[in-house]
């Protein structure tokens, strides 16, 4: 079955750094977006990764490796507006989207 | 206005009510999607409209009944729903492709409690 995982929760510091892993299965793979969703909003689009490597924007990075079904969002220099559910999902070979459950990040001050 | 566009933000109906949800996309896209979102578990895709086309119909109870009168408007037509199907239910809309990046501009969601 096609499955993707990422961490419920975690909890960072205001001016630090932090990971957010997801490892995904799919059938076929076209790609790998993150989005970012604060509480009562909608999903935002924070990026694509479709070649091994890592893609750099500002403060946020994503990193895909298409060996091993895993990408990482790198967030720098933290700021409470960061505090948001950060999603993920894989596009199988049908274009078809696979969605996390999503990550719930906590900035402390 | 600019963006996706979902009316209204909340709704409460009882169990034998009749409402839908409402979707508007000004990004001048060509597909559009309904999301639902329950909490802790991943988008569930309910619906996909290419070209005003329904390609997608993701095994949807039928008391869940899109309507696409064009490639701006989406509507979600709700009758007889079950306490389970309390969620939020997001639109989204697209430059759909079989290739490359398909981004998704989502709307903010309508909130609906089923009682």
């Known amino acids: 079955g096609q499955n993707i995982d990422q961490p419920t929760e975690m909890t960072a510091t205001e001016g630090a750094i932090v990971q957010i892993n997801c490892t995904y299965q799919t059938s076929g793979f076209n790609g790998l977006f993150w989005y970012q969703q604060h509480a009562g909003e909608a999903p935002t689009f924070l990026s694509y990764?479709?070649l091994d490597g890592l893609e750099e924007k500002g403060r946020f990075s994503s990193f895909l490796s298409r060996s091993k079904g895993y990408s990482y969002l790198l967030l720098k220099e933290l700021q409470m507006k960061d505090s948001a559910s950060y999603l993920c999902?894989?596009?199988?070979?049908?274009?078809?989207?696979?969605w996390g459950a999503g990550t719930k990040l906590i900035i402390k001050p | 206005e600019t963006g996706v566009t979902q009316t209204p933000r909340h709704l409460v109906m009882g169990m034998t009510n009749k409402k839908s949800l409402k979707c508007e996309q000004h990004?001048?896209?060509?597909?559009m999607y309904w999301y639902k979102q329950s909490a802790k578990k991943p988008l569930e895709l309910m619906f996909v409209?290419?070209?005003?086309?329904?390609?997608e119909n993701n095994s949807v109870p039928s008391r869940f009944s899109p309507e696409c009168p064009n490639s701006s408007h989406l509507f979600l037509h709700l009758h007889t729903l079950q306490p389970e199907d309390s969620a939020l239910y997001l639109c989204?809309?697209?430059?759909?492709?079989?290739?490359?990046?398909?981004?998704?501009?989502f709307g903010a969601g309508s909130r609906l409690t089923v009682l």
């Open positions: 989204a809309s697209s430059h759909y492709g079989e290739s490359g990046a398909n981004v998704l501009t």
């Open positions: 990764n479709v």
């Open positions: 990004l001048g896209h060509n597909a």
């Open positions: 409209y290419n070209f005003k086309e329904q390609t």
């Open positions: 999902a894989a596009m199988d070979s049908n274009y078809q989207l696979i």
